[in-house]
């Protein structure tokens, strides 16, 4: 392990402390609303290490660690909730943690290394960049995973219906997303070591049936979490509903284009690539 990956531990450490002597001062509001005040002060230490060492990349991991900091506190609190129930949505999102934080370890090679996108973003925002990434890049991803662990407040704590079809739905939803990102990311890393070029494109393996297969398994995972909440309480309403459509829009919306106009400058086969692909679904192996 490098300084640079302990130093981010020490940060996140020193985040979710800040988080947890935060909640004393917010106990009279909803429970979900002392995580998300919680959430966001975790947020702010970490966009001081960030705005310390001139990288925002300190933030990356956040996303893949806070979810799991909510499931613990959650299930803490005392409430009606399932207890397989608990044990299974923790399962979902203790796979998924661990997962996602171990690859950005593995591609992170230390205080040098930067995302493209934020690199991008500096050079198109000037002086207006550290503004823009605490706003965008560090409290705008924030309230989106928030928005998407709103059913687990239904799920781990309110939620009283038994056990369900919903559940298992919700777990296999849940586990199979986590094994997709997991094969594509492995598929990714292995094209990387192999490729002669940078210019190649990947079209093998889960990348021959849809462009984004980590996106996919990354949406799949929220809505494993949305499922949960739907089976202990049996209805949904705007709130729960927020975070999985808002994580669909991020991916289709913003992520999606982004990195495809990257893609289709870096590799010239990517155009046909793209034109013989589906982006997400996988309806078939290849378009018609």
């Not at 998407?148 to 704590?157: E, Q, T």
């Not at 990387?192 to 980590?214: K, Q």
Request: charged share 15%.
């Amino acid at each position: 392990m490098t300084r640079a990956h302990l130093l981010i531990i020490v940060s996140y450490m020193l985040a979710l402390a800040a988080a947890w002597f935060t909640l004393p001062f917010v106990s009279e509001y909803h429970v979900m609303v002392q995580v998300l005040i919680a959430d966001v002060v975790a947020t702010i230490v970490i966009f001081a290490f960030s705005f310390a060492f001139s990288n925002s990349s300190f933030y990356d991991a956040y996303w893949s660690v806070i979810p799991i900091a909510i499931v613990a506190y959650l299930v803490a609190l005392p409430g009606d909730a399932e207890t397989l129930r608990q044990l299974m949505l923790a399962l979902v999102i203790g796979l998924w943690g661990v997962r996602l934080t171990a690859n950005w370890a593995y591609t992170w090679s230390g205080l040098d290394h930067v995302d493209w996108r934020y690199i991008n973003l500096q050079e198109q925002s000037g002086i207006l960049w550290w503004p823009l990434s605490f706003a965008g890049v560090h409290l705008f991803p924030t309230i989106l995973v928030f928005l998407g662990c709103i059913p687990m407040y239904h799920a781990l704590v309110i939620g009283d219906h038994p056990i369900n079809v919903f559940d298992y739905i919700a777990l296999a939803v849940g586990l199979v997303s986590v094994w997709i990102e997991f094969q594509s990311d492995r598929e990714l890393h292995r094209f990387r070591e192999t490729r002669s070029s940078r210019a190649e494109v990947l079209d093998t393996g889960l990348w021959a049936w849809c462009r984004h297969p980590n996106y996919l398994g990354e949406i799949g995972v929220w809505v494993s979490v949305l499922l949960f909440g739907y089976a202990a309480v049996g209805y949904l309403d705007y709130w729960m509903l927020s975070g999985a459509v808002s994580m669909v829009l991020l991916f289709t919306v913003v992520s999606i284009p982004m990195i495809e106009k990257k893609l289709a400058a870096d590799k010239p086969g990517y155009a046909d690539y793209k034109a013989r692909s589906f982006s997400l679904m996988p309806l078939s192996k290849f378009k018609r």
